[in-house]
Every structure is written in C-alpha cells, then in structure tokens.
DNA sequence: TGACCTTGTTACAATTCGTTATATTTTAGA
DNA sequence: TCTAAAATATAACGAATTGTAACAAGGTCA
C-alpha cells in the first residue's frame, strides 16, 4: 500500500518546502506546485488524496481551483490562506472545500488536519462528470440527461448546479437557504422565485409528475429533498 | 426532518442558544446538552450526523466524549474549545476529530463547516430513517406512510415531527409541554390547538378511529402516548 | 442584424398548515 | 348521577409558502 498523495499549490517557495518536509516526515507522499497551471496538468496522471490551495495565485483564482476541484474530482480540499475574514472562510468553505487554515500556520497542525480528511474516508479522488440515478444518466460535461432509453434532454448551467446540488446529497432535507448560497444567490426575496422556477424546470426535465414528484419533493416551509439512488462515475 | 441531525455540547446555555439558532436557520435539527452525561444517554436512541463538543465540561473530559464518539459512533465530531494552542488542536484532531473551532466563533463559520463535515458523506449510520410499528412502515426519507398492503400515504413536515416524536419514544407518556418544545413551537396558547390538529390530521393517516384509537392515546390533562411496537431501521 | 437560448421576474394559481370557531369529551364537584 | 367547566377534536378559513406560465432582458452565433 502507497502512502496518501498530497498536492502543495502555492505561490511561495518556502512555504512548498515548509509543507512538503512536515508531510513526508509524518510518511505522505507530496506533489508541489507554484502555479494551477501545471498543478492542473499534474492531475491528468495523478490522482491526490488530499489537495492543499493557497488562494493567492499568480495565474488564477485559487477559489476557481477549489471550486473545480471539488466539483470534479471530489478530492478533499484543504484552503491555505492569508485572508483571515469569516467571509472569506465561509464562501471557501461554500465552494467545497473541507478545511480553510489561515497563515500563517504550524506545519504540525496541517498534517493533522490533513490526517482527519484522510480518516473520513470520503471516496478518493472520485470524478463528478457524470452520475447515474433511477434510470438517468446526468453528464455534467456535455449538460445532457440521457434517460434508460438513450433519449438525451440537454439541461442548462443554472439547472445544472440545482442537479448536482441535489445529486450531492440524495436523500438529504436541503433547505432554500443552503441552496440560495448553494446557488449564490443574493439573500433577496426573488431569488426565492427564482429557484422554484429552476426546480420546476429541472422537474419538467425529469419528467416528473407534478402532483406527485417522485423524485425531488417539496417539503413545505423546509426546503426539498432528493429521492433517488446516486452513484458517481 | 430528515434534515440532519446535529447535537451541541457546552456547559454555556448562551453559546448553545446561539448554534442551535443558527444551524436551525439553516435547516438542521438540533439537540443541546449541557453535560456528556446527558450526552451520552440521547446517543441511545439518537444518531446524529454531525456532533460539536466543547472540551471544557463539568463533568467530564471533553477529550474523552471526542474519543468515544469517533471510535464507537462514527459520527464526525467538531471541537470547539477556547483552547488555542497548536498543541491542543493537533491532539484532538489527532483523537479522531474531524475539525477544530477556537471560540469566539463566527456561527456563520460554524454552520459552514458543519456543512463541508455533511458533504464528505462519512458512511453515518443513515439509521432512524425507516421505522415500522403495527403494519405500518413511516419513510421520513420520503415523508411516506406505507400500510401492510403497501399502499402510500404521504405526509407532511409538521407531521412527521409529530410522528418521529412518537416513534423515538413509544410507550411513554409524551406531555404537552415536553411536545412544544421538541416541535420548537412558541410558548404561546394557539400553539396548543396547532398540536391538536397536527395529532388529528395524524390520526386520519393512521386510519385511527376517532372513538377508539389504538395508536395515539390521549391522556386527558396530561398528554399524549402512543401505543405500538416500534423497530428502527 | 435577427433567430434562438438562457434565466430572472412578474403575476397568479395551488397547496400547506396554523388559526379560529365550534363541537365533543372528560373530569370535578354537587 | 348530573352539570358545568376545562380540555381536546375537528371543520372551515386564510395567511404564508410554493408552482408555473408568460414575459422580458441579456447573451450567443451565424
């Protein structure tokens, strides 16, 4: 059995050096890098158990990364960064990631960290393209639903992020707040109608049957939840 | 309902008032101890999805409960303590936490990292989802009442509180005060009548007859009990 | 530019569930 | 046992929540 893989994306030399001494003296294997660039590349021939980001990057947006990385590869995620606001630590935390560790840091308490992720024991670096449920296959990358039949219904960006929201937690009470942040919406009053009609459109897609959904049910003045069983491929 | 559950361990009423409220907001379920002792007992016929533990209790070591909690119940436990040093985070991370807050905390901070515990989907005990009591099958997943003949009934939000309520406790008288709190109803008189209807509407779905039900008794003055052999799944 | 698509907004329909009103049951006390 | 008051049950109503059709604003692409 290979020691757990951890990746080290940021832009500051000494930190890398910092971090890859601590986790390969506590027995991990490390992939460093400066910039998400070639850390992306890298992720064609690797798979990492654990990635930590730094969000100041020179060429991209480190929560662009994150995001992706969670979305898509369903890696455990652990942010490194400087800026200490709740805010900041919540939306990071929104956008997927596991962890959010401020600078500046105890290497000790990284692996630690990095440890825990490992003992939850989420599915490794499992791709979240496409998922199959009741008799649907939902392929993110080509924003298609193909039902048992092969007959394919494309889905927009918008339901898309409804879908996966649901697909990541089936059988799971979401309430309207989780989603509004889910979704980003701003905390306005419209935005309420603006996700019923998502769902509604999702539903028409799913070709529920509106008077007795049986796939995603309203639970009135709760939020909604996902029936259907999920796997990921 | 079959929100997640989320239990809360701190000998500071203010500190506990203040997540309970904001997990609610956010669509959790919550339940508040002020001692492990009591803790523990709930951990008898509750299985919560994510627990947070202050470490300095009355009663015992708070590093103890971590401990026990992460080997025996598999639950992803979050520590909160005031207790700053690296030196502590890494020891009860290293127990088997699976997070580490320092207070003051941000309950922002708090339900957010609640969340990204939920989505790593630690294979929880997805337990007290299923219930079956005198050919009768409750699916809180579905908010679906199943008969011996398989037929469905569905039935609501405000319902299934009632029913959970009921099924968690069976053969035990359930006071009305004991049921206002536990549906987080309002100290306030009409919520007295709110409960009665909730009952009633109950009681039509379980094809009670009203001049002799065989499930939920009333005790005049006192409450109510409800009648059936219960098993969990 | 113009046809087409996406997505939020508006307006109104449908549903849920607490509230009110009224009926029924239970208990205390004569 | 009988009666009145208190407690509980339920029917009916309405405010709040959710569903969806229709429209409008913006974007994309030939």
């Not at 980001?53 to 995001?67: F, M, Y």
């Not at 290497?107 to 649907?136: C, D």
Request: charged residues 25%.
């Amino acid at each position: 059995m290979t020691a757990p893989l951890v990746t080290i994306l940021d832009d500051e030399p000494a930190i890398r050096t910092m971090l890859a001494d601590a986790l390969e003296d506590a027995g991990f294997r490390t992939l460093s890098f400066g910039r998400a660039r070639e850390f992306e590349a890298a992720l064609q021939t690797h798979t990492p158990d654990v990635c930590l980001v730094d969000l100041s990057l020179p060429d991209t947006d480190g929560l662009t990364v994150v995001h992706r990385l969670a979305l898509e590869q369903g890696a455990s995620v652990i942010i490194i960064s400087g800026r200490a606001q709740v805010q900041d630590r919540v939306t990071g935390l929104e956008l997927g990631a596991d962890d959010y560790i401020i600078k500046p840091f105890d290497p000790a308490e990284v692996v630690a960290r990095v440890r825990a992720r490992l003992r939850s024991n989420k599915p490794v670096t499992q791709s979240r393209r496409t998922a199959k449920f009741n008799g649907w296959t939902a392929q993110f990358d080509a924003y298609t639903l193909i039902d048992d039949a092969g007959e394919t219904t494309p889905f927009s960006h918008a339901e898309g992020e409804v879908l996966r929201l649901f697909l990541d937690s089936p059988k799971r009470l979401i309430s309207r707040t989780q989603m509004q942040e889910s979704l980003g919406g701003v905390a306005n009053e419209s935005f309420d109608r603006a996700m019923d009609v998502r769902i509604s459109r999702l539903r028409t897609k799913l070709r529920e049957d509106p008077k007795n959904p049986q796939l995603i049910k309203t639970i009135y003045g709760a939020g909604y939840i996902f029936l259907g069983e999920v796997s990921w491929s």
